[in-house]
């Protein structure tokens, strides 16, 4: 669809209380219903649920992910919905551990200050699309690098979620789930990348004579958060480099890390727009950025515009940016964290078989305040 709109200027939308920037509106959590869009387009400075992927019909790649889509899961908290990605399997106890890269701002709570991150408990995946029958399992454990609100140390937009599967529901997982695999090298600069999602999804709209992708529940643009997309894109010419992302949920913090941006393009015309490439929306933070089955970026944050008379629209448009992490600067605490996920906590009967010493298991970067 090809229509007129119009937008008011840009605003800070987030997830789990990011900001999104552009201009200044008050941020917004990702609710259950945002998802990502076809259409191509990545929100800018804001981490968190608020991000959707939206690539044009004609450029969806969503086909070619392959079995690597199984790997690529719906995240649920209180805060709201984002993606994440499977980065490790491991068999433990009849069942499998699964541990799940995806963005600090995700999983964080917002309420206390954003202070602290959700409790496991509190946390969920959920294989497959929307209403497609997917199973759903609960986080046992969870480890994040924004650790500011305890040592001040680090302001990077990642985090990893424990998932354990118990043998009694192998057979709910997807056949042949395989984990991605972890980058042996940063992106070069204009690395071609595919992006992926479950976040909002947009139609492409002409808004003041430049096509845009829009979600808009008034205008009856797009779709809502929970279905699987992926479209084509790049890095920009600067490569992976030090970015300054969204605010966070914590004191007005932004989040800093380094990472690597691009923008969208929508090329050819309707109804396929051949040739375009996609932006991350509602939805889609803590998506991967793949090379193949290597996932080289996680979703973190991107600009966004609304429309005039809908409140709860997204727009995106050429030169607005989406921001990613680089999995790979971040290679030694993700390898750190697997390996101590990996590693159950001990049992009462281990602690008695142990004369009654007490051993604590470190199974995060940063812990929640009682």
């Given at each position: 669809?090809n229509?007129?709109r119009?937008?008011?200027e840009?605003?800070?939308s987030?997830t789990?209380?990011?900001?999104?920037?552009a201009?200044t509106?008050?941020?917004?959590?990702?609710s259950?219903?945002?998802?990502?869009?076809?259409f191509?387009?990545?929100?800018?400075?804001?981490?968190?649920?608020c991000?959707?992927l939206?690539?044009?019909?004609?450029?969806?790649?969503?086909?070619?992910?392959?079995?690597?889509?199984?790997a690529?899961?719906?995240?649920?908290?209180?805060?709201g919905?984002?993606?994440?990605?499977?980065?490790?399997?491991?068999?433990?106890?009849?069942?499998?551990?699964?541990?799940?890269?995806?963005?600090?701002?995700?999983?964080?709570?917002?309420?206390?200050?954003?202070?602290?991150?959700?409790?496991?408990?509190?946390?969920?995946?959920?294989?497959?699309?929307?209403?497609?029958?997917?199973?759903?399992?609960?986080?046992?454990?969870e480890?994040?690098?924004?650790?500011?609100?305890?040592?001040?140390?680090?302001?990077?937009?990642?985090a990893?979620?424990?998932?354990?599967?118990?043998?009694s529901q192998?057979?709910?997982?997807?056949?042949?789930l395989?984990?991605?695999?972890?980058?042996?090298?940063?992106?070069?600069a204009?690395?071609?990348?595919?992006?992926?999602?479950?976040?909002l999804?947009a139609?492409?709209?002409?808004?003041?004579?430049?096509?845009?992708?829009?979600?808009?529940?008034?205008?009856?643009?797009g779709a809502?958060?929970?279905?699987?997309?992926?479209?084509?894109?790049?890095?920009?010419?600067?490569?992976?480099?030090?970015i300054t992302?969204?605010?966070?949920?914590?004191?007005g913090?932004?989040?800093?890390?380094?990472g690597?941006?691009?923008?969208?393009?929508?090329?050819?015309?309707?109804?396929?727009?051949?040739?375009?490439?996609?932006?991350?929306?509602?939805?889609?933070?803590?998506?991967?950025?793949?090379?193949?089955n290597?996932?080289?970026?996680?979703?973190?944050?991107?600009?966004a515009?609304?429309l005039?008379?809908?409140?709860?629209?997204?727009?995106?448009?050429?030169?607005?940016l989406?921001?990613?992490?680089?999995?790979?600067?971040?290679l030694?605490?993700i390898?750190?964290?697997l390996?101590?996920?990996?590693?159950?906590?001990?049992?009462?009967?281990a602690?008695?078989?142990?004369?009654?010493?007490v051993?604590?298991?470190?199974?995060?970067?940063?812990h929640k305040?009682a």
């Amino acid at each position: 669809m090809n229509t007129a709109r119009q937008t008011s200027e840009l605003y800070s939308s987030s997830t789990s209380g990011l900001s999104c920037n552009a201009i200044t509106t008050p941020q917004t959590r990702r609710s259950p219903a945002v998802r990502m869009i076809l259409f191509s387009i990545l929100g800018a400075t804001i981490p968190g649920y608020c991000f959707g992927l939206a690539i044009s019909p004609g450029s969806d790649s969503t086909a070619g992910l392959g079995n690597t889509a199984n790997a690529i899961v719906q995240i649920a908290d209180p805060g709201g919905d984002g993606s994440g990605t499977i980065i490790q399997m491991m068999p433990y106890n009849g069942g499998v551990d699964l541990d799940v890269l995806t963005a600090d701002h995700v999983i964080r709570d917002a309420s206390g200050g954003g202070s602290t991150i959700c409790t496991p408990g509190q946390i969920s995946i959920t294989f497959g699309n929307a209403g497609g029958g997917g199973a759903s399992f609960a986080a046992e454990d969870e480890a994040t690098l924004f650790d500011l609100p305890s040592d001040g140390s680090s302001a990077v937009d990642l985090a990893i979620l424990d998932v354990f599967i118990p043998g009694s529901q192998l057979n709910t997982l997807p056949a042949g789930l395989a984990a991605v695999a972890l980058p042996n090298a940063r992106p070069a600069a204009n690395a071609a990348i595919t992006q992926a999602g479950y976040g909002l999804q947009a139609s492409v709209v002409n808004i003041g004579g430049t096509l845009s992708y829009s979600y808009s529940p008034v205008f009856n643009d797009g779709a809502g958060y929970g279905t699987l997309k992926a479209g084509p894109n790049s890095l920009n010419g600067a490569g992976v480099t030090a970015i300054t992302g969204a605010v966070s949920d914590y004191a007005g913090q932004n989040y800093a890390y380094q990472g690597f941006q691009n923008s969208c393009l929508i090329n050819g015309t309707s109804p396929n727009y051949n040739g375009s490439t996609s932006y991350i929306f509602s939805g889609d933070s803590g998506g991967p950025s793949l090379s193949g089955n290597t996932i080289f970026g996680v979703h973190s944050s991107s600009q966004a515009s609304q429309l005039t008379g809908d409140p709860n629209s997204q727009v995106a448009q050429p030169g607005y940016l989406w921001s990613d992490v680089s999995v790979y600067d971040y290679l030694p605490w993700i390898n750190t964290e697997l390996a101590t996920l990996s590693i159950p906590e001990p049992s009462i009967g281990a602690l008695v078989a142990l004369g009654g010493v007490v051993v604590v298991i470190a199974r995060r970067r940063w812990h929640k305040a009682a």
